[in-house]
């Protein structure tokens, strides 16, 4: 089983609507979630931090965690062509305390 | 400066060459990290620096050479490198809070590496 798991996509989702991302990880323990938005030939960028169960909303954006179930997830309100991007998720295991996994990422494509 | 910066942006060498990439700090981090990120493959760790001391080696091949003078510079020196070396390398940093586990990393914009 791989540290942290994503559906790699592309996933396609119509401009205004609600685009979902969703990622598991393995290790129980774990205390840090990150999401990172890569664009093609660019750095991961940080955009949403998440240390707590629930949710939490930054302008657009909305993490939620559910540490029981192992995974944590990001909501997209109204896309915009410019949220196609490859998102990334990044977890903290309690096994590693230097250290943060990536999952391989999710293309998010934004149709007009 | 701002943020993380990376030195050289694209680099193209030779299997024979030496090379260097450095990478500063403008957020007054105290680690820094080195992944390597190759076509349609996650990001993968290669070196973390907590403190100006190396925590973490990901088993890279001794080609790879990491130096970390201080808290806000890193370099990755490069010898006799192979074509399947060719990615994109990436420089971050993030403050180690000592046992409290938040590590919001931030990137820099990473060298694009060729090898020929």
């Known amino acids: 089983q791989k540290e942290v798991e994503q559906n790699s996509g592309p996933l396609s989702v119509p401009e205004g609507a609600i685009a979902s991302l969703n990622c598991t990880y393995s290790?129980?323990?774990?205390?840090?979630f990150f999401w990172y938005r890569q664009y093609s030939g660019k750095s991961p960028e940080l955009i949403m931090s998440?240390?707590?169960?629930g949710d939490k909303e930054d302008g657009r954006f909305t993490a939620q965690l559910n540490k029981a179930s192992q995974y944590v997830s990001l909501l997209i309100r109204d896309s915009q062509p410019s949220d196609s991007a490859t998102y990334l998720c990044?977890?903290?295991?309690?096994?590693?305390?230097?250290?943060?996994?990536f999952g391989s990422g999710t293309r998010l494509s934004i149709r007009p | 400066e701002t943020g993380v910066t990376q030195t050289p942006r694209h680099l193209v060498m030779g299997m024979t060459n030496k090379k260097s990439l450095k990478c500063e700090q403008h957020?007054?981090?105290?680690?820094m990290y080195w992944y390597k990120q190759s076509a349609k493959k996650p990001l993968e760790l290669m070196f973390v620096y907590n403190f100006k001391e190396q925590t973490e080696n990901n088993s890279v091949p001794s080609r790879f050479s990491p130096e970390c003078p201080n808290s806000s510079h890193l370099f990755l020196h490069l010898h006799t490198l192979q074509p399947e070396d060719s990615a994109l390398y990436l420089c971050a940093s993030s403050q180690d809070l000592g046992g409290a586990s938040y590590f919001e990393q931030y990137f820099g914009p990473g060298t694009r590496l060729t090898v020929t």
């Open positions: 957020l007054g981090h105290n680690a």
């Open positions: 290790d129980r323990g774990s205390q840090s």
């Open positions: 998440i240390y707590s169960n």
């Open positions: 990044a977890v903290n295991p309690y096994s590693s305390a230097s250290k943060i996994i």
